[in-house]
């Protein structure tokens, strides 16, 4: 079913929705969670809590696409998750994600750091299109999906150094940028 058909089912409010989003993209929303969280039932739980948030969302909205959609709103969840059952204590994975940008990027928490938030999210946005192909998807595999370094240098078809040293520079080249764009760092 496409993602326009599935929008569709919500726009009609049929049930059948939430079913044919999971079959066509639950397993990307899941894998986004599981990467997050480290715990299949937590991560089940996000997925379905995502999947109540596409109900909700979905009219007036109409994402597309829906698959990156639905794993934000997992992501999103997940991270949400992971700050709770993690207040005191660091994990591994996506927490070493964060560390490794937390170099670079503010920690933000007021209104007012809300809306430099939005506005580095945006210099961070025109960032990554200046970046090859290859950096970028570095970028957002690390990053945005918090998939292991290793198995984004297999997926990228190069070595785990030269996937560190590549996200190295990707990560310097923001700062450097960012420093530019007067954002402390």
């Given at each position: 079913m496409t993602d326009e058909e599935i929008i569709g089912l919500f726009f009609e409010r049929s049930e059948q929705a939430i079913s044919e989003l999971a079959k066509e993209h639950g397993e990307a929303a899941r894998r986004v969670a599981l990467r997050i969280l480290g715990d299949p039932e937590d991560a089940e739980e996000c997925v379905n809590d995502a999947y109540l948030g596409v109900w909700n969302s979905v009219?007036?909205?109409r994402p597309a696409p829906l698959r990156t959609y639905v794993c934000r709103i997992a992501?999103?969840?997940?991270?949400?998750?992971?700050?709770?059952?993690t207040a005191q204590k660091r994990g591994r994975g996506y927490d070493l994600a964060l560390d490794e940008l937390a170099e670079i990027v503010p920690d933000r928490v007021g209104v007012e750091d809300r809306i430099a938030?939005?506005?580095l999210a945006g210099l961070i946005g025109a960032f990554l299109d200046t970046l090859s192909y290859e950096d970028r998807f570095l970028f957002m595999r690390r990053y945005w999906y918090a998939d292991p370094l290793s198995e984004i240098a297999r997926m990228a078809g190069m070595s785990y150094g030269a996937a560190a040293v590549r996200l190295h520079r990707v990560r310097e080249k923001l700062r450097k940028q960012l420093l530019k764009e007067g954002v402390p760092v």
């Amino acid at each position: 079913m496409t993602d326009e058909e599935i929008i569709g089912l919500f726009f009609e409010r049929s049930e059948q929705a939430i079913s044919e989003l999971a079959k066509e993209h639950g397993e990307a929303a899941r894998r986004v969670a599981l990467r997050i969280l480290g715990d299949p039932e937590d991560a089940e739980e996000c997925v379905n809590d995502a999947y109540l948030g596409v109900w909700n969302s979905v009219p007036p909205e109409r994402p597309a696409p829906l698959r990156t959609y639905v794993c934000r709103i997992a992501r999103n969840l997940a991270a949400k998750r992971r700050r709770a059952n993690t207040a005191q204590k660091r994990g591994r994975g996506y927490d070493l994600a964060l560390d490794e940008l937390a170099e670079i990027v503010p920690d933000r928490v007021g209104v007012e750091d809300r809306i430099a938030a939005k506005e580095l999210a945006g210099l961070i946005g025109a960032f990554l299109d200046t970046l090859s192909y290859e950096d970028r998807f570095l970028f957002m595999r690390r990053y945005w999906y918090a998939d292991p370094l290793s198995e984004i240098a297999r997926m990228a078809g190069m070595s785990y150094g030269a996937a560190a040293v590549r996200l190295h520079r990707v990560r310097e080249k923001l700062r450097k940028q960012l420093l530019k764009e007067g954002v402390p760092v």
